[in-house]
């Protein structure tokens, strides 16, 4: 499928694409701000989610909580994430409620400051230290996600640290910091506007110069610290946490091309060739096979700065044991290391790969979201449109070559769940083959 892009920058440097489809009468509102954690400083950290937080907290023109209510009445979904280099927003109404979905988003890019008080701001950091106590803490395999860019970036790297930060910095958080992040990242030019969906172009175009044309442009980012790494980790690191688990589970992090580039679909087959459907080759040998895991997922971070990540997550099956689960892993990946891939096995990852985004693309919200990231990382939404082209481009010498050189040994940083026995013991072994549970 083709989907149709039109694109334009207004006066302050706003980006806005504008994806026209009237197959249903819905519109989907999708804004990007190009900061995540990797933007916030030492002993700040936390700050890009917490705004994810303060900004349903109401504006000049609008009560707190009151972005959910004036949406929801309108017959649409609202929500917003966070992630290491941007944090989103987005709604999908009725396709007459265009208007208010804008005015909505403008009206907090351009008028958040004035309604911000030292209340709002202890009420949301309080929301965030639970959110971090519930949803990391005390989940069970819960603080995955922070702990592999841990592994996978050097501590100085705007990688490493915590998505959510720690307690001690949203502690520290005074009103005049967040103040600050807000001017300094919630800027329109440096933030991403997408509508897709049921709207006739023009009349966008004017509702979005009427609400947003009229926010001032920022005074600059200061930019990121070095986010270079070498392509691989040098050396295999394990780090084994005992958690309140039922089931071990095993995550092999590599480092691995950075998102867009055409290394990036290779590294992208190489795991759908692992790791995505039945005939994946460790679903097919570890969870029909060999029933030593009860659920495997290989999937990128998808990354667009200094390094991305590929993730082979593993949960074993009642009654295995960590080193039998781990042996019959590595055993698949020294396999695809040492002896490549197939042309067939490439043709038919890269048919999964499509046919999800062709899917996933049906949806106004989906699509927006895509055309958002494409606009935020290269300036170029109409990428969204090349993306089958890439993937048809990839071959069984480019994945056997991606393998070769990205899945051995010393690019393998292991992180293991294990029962908690007795008291908490993590421990980081750096040496090939260590075990530490």
Known sequence: MRIAVQSFVLSNGLFVTLSEDHSAPIVAVNLWYHVGSANEREGRTGFAHLFEHMLFQGSANVGANEHFEIVQRAGGTLNGSTWLDRTNYFE??????????????????GQ???AMTQGKL??????????RRWSVDNQPYGTWWERVPAIGFPPEHPFHHSLIGSMEDLAAASLHDVEKFFATYYTPDNAVLTITGDFDPANATELVEKYFGRIPRGAG?????????????GEPTRLVIQDEVMLPRIYLVFRSPVF????????SVAGAILGMGTGSRLVRTLVREQQIASEVNVFTFDL?????????????????????LEDAIVQEIDTMQEQGVTESEVERAAALIETQF?????????????????????????LVNAQSECYCGVTAAGVSRFARDRLGAGNRSTLVYVPREGEPADELVRAAGARSE
């Open 122 to 131: 202890d009420t949301q950091r309080d929301v965030v230290m639970n959110e």
């Open 304 to 324: 667009a700065k200094g390094a991305d990540l590929l993730v082979v997550d593993v949960t074993a099956q009642t009654g295995v044991s960590v080193a039998v």
């Open 260 to 267: 867009g580039t055409e290394e990036y679909y290779d590294a």
């Open 358 to 382: 062709t899917i996933a693309m049906q949806s106004a919200g989906d699509r927006a979201d895509k055309l958002s990231m494409f606009a935020t990382y290269f300036r170029d939404p109409g």
């Open 221 to 233: 980012k200061p930019p990121l610290r070095d986010m270079s790494v070498a392509p691989t980790f």
């Open 112 to 114: 958040l400051l004035p």
């Open 92 to 109: 999908t109404v009725p396709s007459h409620q265009l208007a208010t979905a804008l005015w909505l988003e403008a009206d907090r890019m």
